[in-house]
């Protein structure tokens, strides 16, 4: 007898860059049949399509400031009410902080739902240090030198790491070990979701 197929699948994915999170996003979203939902993605198609929130975020990058926490909220909410998440979604660079953390519960709650797993894929610094300068080698990307990079996982290490602590009293978080191939680190997700009865609605997806 194989078990159920999960009825809903909210997911928030969360490690350092250089974790693989993004590839292992796309590998959960589709097993589960949920849209992977990452900001970066939200801020270029509203950008793109013109929409209101768009042209606000357009005029901020132009300034060269950053999106601020209170229209970040508003356009991944936006996204969030789209038909197709409906029944379940992976969030991907959201919620950054504490502050979006509360935005997101906010939201959830007054839709009388909640997240069913936040998945920590945990690579030690040297890695993600080694992975990225390896990526940056191959797309020529000169100025991801190391310090860049350094700079960049003490932002994740300061502001994002922090909100696990916020999700582990409510037993979400799901440690899983991001050394090894892509294959290792995709059967361990799945292993671990497993153990907490969430099943993949496309197992096909997952293989």
Known sequence: MTAAATSSARFLIVGPQGSGKGTQGVLVAEAFGVPQVATGDIFRANVAGGTELGKRVQAIIEAGDLVPDELTSELVRDRLSQPDAASGFLLD???????????????????????????????????????????????????????????????YERETAPILDLYRPRGLVVRIDGVGSLDEVTSRIFEALASRGLVPRHPGAAA
């Open 93 to 155: 660079g959201y919620p950054r902080n504490r502050g979006q953390v509360a935005d997101l519960d906010d939201f959830l709650a007054a839709r009388g739902e909640q997240l069913d797993a936040v998945l920590e894929l945990e690579v030690p610094r040297d890695e993600s240090i080694s992975r990225l300068r390896h990526r940056a080698i191959e797309q020529g990307r000169t100025d991801d030198t190391e310090e860049v990079i350094a700079n960049r996982l003490a932002i």
